[in-house]
């Protein structure tokens, strides 16, 4: 008799969400894609991925991988360079010039910038058909016990059913609250007292105040209590520009994460920075927005799972931008149960041993065991660098050596990860569970 397919329900259409469906689409295992808003869209702007998340890509879908890199803009160096944004040259702050502090070779075509926008229309130019619902705000998850259904029920009243249910909801995750409880604080980020200025410069205007050096590579710019990130995107016709800087204050609002600021502002946090930095700040746009960073290093979730429910990427590990490694994290996290969800229709179709909610739920068990220490390890590490990169942080201050090797050390975590070695891990974890 065959065994009836498995049902995947996907919450959210961010990154990670549709990374997924495209790692399940490839395995031939039925989804779908709720998403609260009415369309499929990233808000921000440009996003770069590091060597692992590329190789992340290439195992869960190559498709994937080749969405990103149509997209991509060459960086003109192989090398990632953090420059000392703040004195300028020999004390000379109306330069341009920026003393280079450390570098890192990043690999041929490692560590690229996109638009945000640009490659999750390459996501969505990939998927089926009819795969995604809108404007589904879930409301609840009925788990109605083993071997049945499990319902999902949405604000305006309407339900579905589904064998698995994978929260790819973002930092505000509604799939994280009913995991870990409402009233939990662990269900809910954290504001990092620092915030960012984003926006895009036309290359025709960066290129002639900068330099052809400053714009056509990724560069970070440190100092005291503020920072900022450039690199080129939209195949080199716009520079990205993150500027971040420490905010004593609460973040004011309750209901959402970025507001419209103004540019002035963004120019003040850095008017005492060097030229380049000056300059960078004076040719953004005045129609400018500010970003709370938030996270979930101070309240990090005790489990990714519950049963046959599931959270992924930020819904379950949100880190703040400052290794620029959050989206592959995500990433890291789709090929893992892309992969075991696999395992577990193999398993359901070769054997009758154990009862197909067993199977499904220990597939989440091992996403939680392979994924949850890496990942949080990563959140933290971010809240560290951000502080690195401000002169904030006590074991290494300014100190341009002490900086190197804190973010060397930190960055090859993450770059050098061996993404075999992780799908091998979740294969041996599943079959060591369902042997048990």
């Known amino acids: 008799m065959a065994v009836k397919p498995i049902e995947v329900a996907i919450i959210g259409g961010g990154i990670t969400g549709l990374t997924l469906a495209l790692g399940l689409q490839k395995r031939n295992i039925n989804f779908h894609i709720f998403e609260r808003a009415q369309s ?4 921000g702007a440009g996003i770069g991925f590091t060597p692992n998340a590329e190789r992340a890509m290439q195992a869960l879908d190559p498709r994937i991988h080749q969405a990103f890199k149509s ?5 003109a160096s192989d090398w990632f360079q953090w420059v000392d944004g703040f004195s300028g040259v020999n004390g000379d702050k109306d330069t341009v010039e920026e003393e280079l502090l450390f570098n890192m070779y990043l690999g041929e075509r490692g560590f690229e910038g996109c638009h945000r926008a640009h490659f999750l229309k ?3 130019d990939r998927l089926p058909e009819n795969c995604v619902t809108y404007g589904a705000h879930l409301e609840t998850i009925i788990d109605q016990g083993d071997n049945e259904v499990i319902q999902l029920r949405f604000h305006n009243g309407a339900t579905a059913e589904t064998d698995l249910v994978i929260g790819c909801d973002g930092i505000r995750s509604r799939v994280r609250q009913l995991i870990l409880g409402e009233q939990n604080p662990a269900s809910y980020p954290t504001y990092t007292h620092k915030k960012a200025y984003r926006g895009l410069i036309p290359m025709e205007k960066a290129l002639p105040a ?3 050096s400053k714009v056509n590579t990724r560069f970070m710019h440190l100092g005291p209590d503020a920072h ?3 690199f080129p995107v939209a195949g080199g016709k716009l520079v990205n520009v993150v500027a971040f800087v420490t905010d004593p204050d609460e973040w004011p609002y309750a209901d959402k994460l970025s507001a419209p600021a103004e540019k002035k502002n963004a120019i003040a946090g850095f008017s005492k920075f060097g030229g380049a930095v000056r300059t960078i700040m004076d040719l953004l746009s005045e129609d400018l927005d500010e970003w709370a960073i938030f996270d979930t290093y101070d309240h990090p979730a005790s489990t990714y799972y519950d049963g046959r429910i599931c959270i992924a ?3 379950a590990h949100a880190a703040s931008p400052h290794h620029g490694a959050g989206a592959g994290s995500g990433i890291e996290d789709a090929t893992v149960l892309a992969t075991v969800i696999d395992f577990a229709r193999t398993r359901l179709n070769e054997s009758l041993d154990k009862s197909r909610s067993e199977v499904l739920k220990a597939a989440f068990a091992t996403y939680n065991a392979v994924r949850l220490e890496r990942s949080q390890w990563l959140v933290e590490s971010s809240r560290i660098l951000g502080e690195i990169y401000e002169w904030q942080y006590e074991a290494t201050g300014s100190d341009k050596k002490k900086c190197e090797d804190e973010v060397f050390w930190r960055s090859h975590k993450i ?9 091998q891990q979740t294969a041996e974890d599943y079959k060591q569970r369902l042997s048990s």
């Open 122 to 124: 390459e996501l969505v």
């Open 210 to 212: 900068l330099g052809e």
């Open 40 to 43: 499929l869209r990233e808000i």
């Open 313 to 315: 990427g930020d819904a």
């Open 415 to 423: 770059w050098d990860y061996d993404i075999d070695q992780m799908l």
């Open 228 to 230: 900022a990130l450039t």
């Open 71 to 75: 997209v991509a803009s060459p960086n």
